[in-house]
């Protein structure tokens, strides 16, 4: 065990913690190209190949599940192998699901590039990276980090969103795909270059520790037993599984609904794709305000409550929805998508929060095996939505009951207590 008299010193000037942080949001932005496809890409994948929505959902559920599955083993992977060889594989596997499906001919060429090379390089950075980012490197101001980090999957809708639905409409889906593919292929050296794996490693104490300050120890072992047993641990306690449904249901009304479905609604509504698309991209913007805005919240009143408020909000959101879809953009429409934004994942900060107040050094797999329930939870959505649609002709039932399923996690939310595993 290293404590701090022995090798990290305090630092003057701008700690590298904040460098680190700012490497990281840039990966989460370039990994996050992929979020913005789906939603713009089903409607020419469609008219090329004839592909059904349920098909093309069945893709991106492959994605959502191995997402969400990666994630607890990644974050053990960091623990053993180092943050940036994992991230720097993760950014490649996006690129070549992304660059490799311009190839595609057949529906199951979709389901390898989008599903498992996408799902895998995905799902070993997300938000288990943005959580061993701020557990590693900061002391102080985590739950504003976190928010910060959890932005850049904002970020990246933003940037990439408006680019992909252009081009998908003008030059095509290949083009789209190829800046994705570039985008995450961009980002690996500057990972490379910048990041490390502790604040030893650049001979400083984490951002805002105490001269005393003691570093715990190093993890040890295969990375699959260290995740399995975190998992084993977690789920002998009711906060677990309360945070680990809440989460589900987050991520089944956010990735699983609007940022796969709201697209092809609002088209079926008469509204153009690419301005739906500007829309996401909106929703982009104020994700970022209202994450940011999460986590300086999470570090200041209790997580819990702000659950409470942000699955309501978003609940009332969704049983609106259908009553404001249109073939043109209303005012009611734009305070939806501000709301909507502002909400997004601004259920990130307090759910880490609560996985590291719960759970102490395992926080961090723990949070990779609840943010394992966020993306099958948008799995199930994601298909689900495009089954009813097949079925009913309409999206609107999809809508009602990611509504009721709101009202669901915010009791859930209200069950985790500090110390309670």
């Known amino acids: 065990m290293m404590t701090a008299t022995s090798s990290p010193t305090t630092r003057r000037g701008l700690h590298p913690a904040w460098a680190v942080a700012a490497v990281a949001f840039l990966a989460l932005v370039g990994a996050a190209g992929f979020r913005a496809a789906p939603g713009a890409l089903m409607v ?4 090329e190949f004839g592909w059904s929505t349920s098909v093309m959902s069945l893709a991106v559920s492959i994605n959502l599940v191995l997402f969400g599955l990666t994630a607890p083993f990644a974050a053990a992977l960091m623990d053993r192998f180092g943050v940036r060889r994992v991230v720097a594989a993760a950014l490649t596997l996006v690129a070549l699901g992304a660059g490799g499906s311009v190839l595609m001919t ?5 389901l390898v590039c989008w599903g498992v090379l996408i799902g895998l390089g995905t799902g070993s950075m997300a938000l288990v990276f943005a959580a061993t980012i701020a557990n590693r490197w900061f002391e102080r101001r985590r739950g504003l980090v976190m928010g910060v980090l959890t932005a850049g999957s904002a970020t990246g809708q ?3 969103l408006p680019i992909v639905a252009a081009l998908a409409e003008g030059a095509g889906w290949r083009p789209a795909s190829l800046v994705i ?6 980002v690996v050296p500057v990972v490379w270059l910048v990041v490390r794996d502790h604040p030893a490693d650049r001979g400083v104490l984490p951002y805002g520790a105490a001269a005393d300050w003691v570093a715990p120890p190093r993890a040890t072992g ?3 037993r260290r995740a399995l047993e975190g998992l084993a641990y977690a789920a002998r306690s009711r906060a677990f599984w309360a945070l680990a449904v809440a989460f589900a249901i987050c991520g089944a009304t956010t990735n699983g609904l609007i940022g796969i479905h709201f697209i092809p609604s609002a088209h079926d509504h008469g509204m153009s794709a690419t301005t739906a698309a500007g829309l996401l991209a909106v929703v982009g913007v104020f994700d970022i305000v209202g994450t940011i805005a999460s986590g300086w919240l999470t570090d200041r009143f209790d997580p819990r409550l702000l659950l409470v408020a942000y699955y309501l909000f978003r609940g009332l959101g969704l049983l609106l929805l259908p009553s404001l879809l249109a073939d043109a953009v209303h005012p009611s429409m ?8 502002l909400d997004w994942v601004a259920t990130v900060p307090p759910t880490a929060a609560l996985c590291r107040e719960a759970f102490g050094e395992r926080g961090t797999i723990v949070f990779g095996w609840v943010f394992a329930s966020h993306q099958l939870g948008a799995a199930v959505a994601a298909l689900g939505a495009g089954v009813i649609r097949d079925t009913l002709g309409a999206y609107t039932w999809a809508w009602w009951g990611g509504a009721a399923l709101c009202a669901i996690a915010a009791v859930l939310s209200l069950i ?4 309670s595993s």
């Open 44 to 47: 020419p994948l469609h008219d």
């Open 106 to 110: 057949a529906s199951w060429q979709l």
């Open 158 to 160: 933003l940037v990439f």
């Open 181 to 186: 593919a570039a985008a995450a292929l961009a």
């Open 222 to 224: 295969g990375a699959t």
């Open 334 to 341: 734009v305070l939806f998508i501000v709301i909507y934004g």
């Open 416 to 419: 985790p207590r500090p110390g």
